[in-house]
């Protein structure tokens, strides 16, 4: 059995991965779109994805590319505490640029702005990345955000710690897989659903007869969020998640309900919440 996600090692998804597979499954990607697609054509048989972040919402290409393929269920979700630490090698006096992920650095724009207003940043591929940049180049006056774990990984000082803008800041992310698998582990008993709905037209009052359908019934949305469907301008599919209270008969009849009236409804699962501890890191 293969695992993938998005890497290298030792950045937030790798850790998030290793909360609930062995070390000897897992298989780094660069890119969300690579380790998604290798589920997909089936090269590995589960894919960990960072799909939320409290701070800075959805992460729109997990699913974007999650709506457009089809196909994929999602089987868990994982919910990881994220620490940002500002790093810098150890002969580095002064700052002449910071790299990290796009995420990490969104995360941390106050403290940047109140500390480094005028440092270059540059956006790189992953966190671990540009820890890693930095540790090869120590001469160029070079900073990284990105995890303690990056920094021990690659002998890298801790300048600033947890340097985020919330000290409860979190990501959520997805076990993905084919729609013919199970998970062979246990997450947890508190449990999600999510869908991704098409209307069928777009006249006025049809999200309104789509929710509706779940208000009818007391299904709790914890989540609705438009994303477009890069078709025309003003075509949008919802991604709605739901929360799970033994309703799941209640669930499958809001969704033929939904069809009835015209939606579209791709149902990507049922699946348990796994929230990690800081310590378990």
Known sequence: MKVGY?????SF???AAKSCFPENQLTSYQTIAACIHSVYQEEITYGVIPIENSLEGSVNDSIDRLFHLGDLVVLGEIVLPIKQ???VANQTTRIEKI?????????????LYEHY??????????????AEFIAQHPDLGLAAIASKKAATEYGLNILSADIQDNLFNQTRFWIISRKNQLLPLALGHLKKATLFITL?????GSLH???????????????IESRPLKTSLGEYFFVLDLLYDDN???ILEAIEAVETIGGSVNYLGLYPLKTVLEEEL
């Open 200 to 204: 069928a037209n777009n006249q006025a």
């Open 248 to 250: 799941e008969a209640l």
């Open 6 to 10: 998005l890497g290298p090692k030792n």
């Open 117 to 130: 207003p005028t440092v270059p940043i540059e956006a790189v591929s992953s966190t671990t990345y540009a």
């Open 13 to 15: 998804t790798h850790q």
């Open 209 to 223: 007869k789509i929710l509706e359908c779940f208000a009818k019934r007391a299904i709790d949305l914890s989540k």
């Open 85 to 87: 630490q500002l790093l």
């Open 99 to 111: 790299l990290s992920h796009p995420q990490a650095l969104a995360q941390s724009q106050q403290f």
